[in-house]
């Protein structure tokens, strides 16, 4: 705790972003819930460690609380699907995460399904997986997920005056 509440106070002096893996798999999962009767976003809530300067890596396992939290609190979240998809960690609820209103960019994480660091395909694979069954199945809109890959991942990262779109200075 001590540790997060240090990192979130020199981020916060210093104007910096911060990332943190956070419910990649369901083992985090329960490994918070089993530790300390609450969620990792519940937990990292209660520390005041989540703020808009705050972004999630994968958040896979997130409950409709625990989106709800992230939302609340100006949090990003950046959705890893090929790394997920390798690690057989699971399937974001990009959809769910999109209508909360949660800031999403779009992620490699290093650990992509062909080794080849394509965001193209990433954007692709982003798209497909969220086309469940179901005529009524809600689905973020591909303009979304291209801004997931484009400026809302700058904007995240703290760079949005410098990159993420295509315009003059940039």
Not at 31 to 52: C, I, M, N, Q
Not at 54 to 73: E, F, K, M, P
Request: no cysteine.
């Amino acid at each position: 705790e001590d540790l997060l509440q240090s990192i979130g106070r020199v981020a916060d002096e210093r104007r910096l972003g911060i990332q943190i893996h956070v419910l990649e798999t369901k083992y985090q999962r329960a490994y918070f819930h089993r530790t300390y009767g609450k969620s990792a976003v519940e937990w990292l809530d209660e520390l005041g460690f989540l703020t808009p300067q705050v972004s999630l890596a994968h958040g896979v396992w997130l409950s409709q609380l625990d989106i709800g939290i992230v939302a609340g609190r100006g949090s990003a979240v950046v959705h890893n699907p090929s790394s997920n998809l390798r690690l057989k960690s699971g399937i974001a609820p990009l959809p769910r995460l999109h209508s909360a209103g949660i800031r999403l960019a779009l992620g490699l994480d290093s650990s992509t399904l062909n080794d080849d660091m394509d965001m193209l395909q990433e954007m692709r694979l982003s798209a497909n997986l969220q086309r469940v069954p179901g005529v009524t199945s809600a689905t973020v809109p591909l303009e979304q997920i291209f801004r997931m890959a484009t400026a809302n991942g700058s904007d995240v990262l703290g760079w949005g005056k410098v990159s993420g779109t295509l315009e003059p200075g940039k």
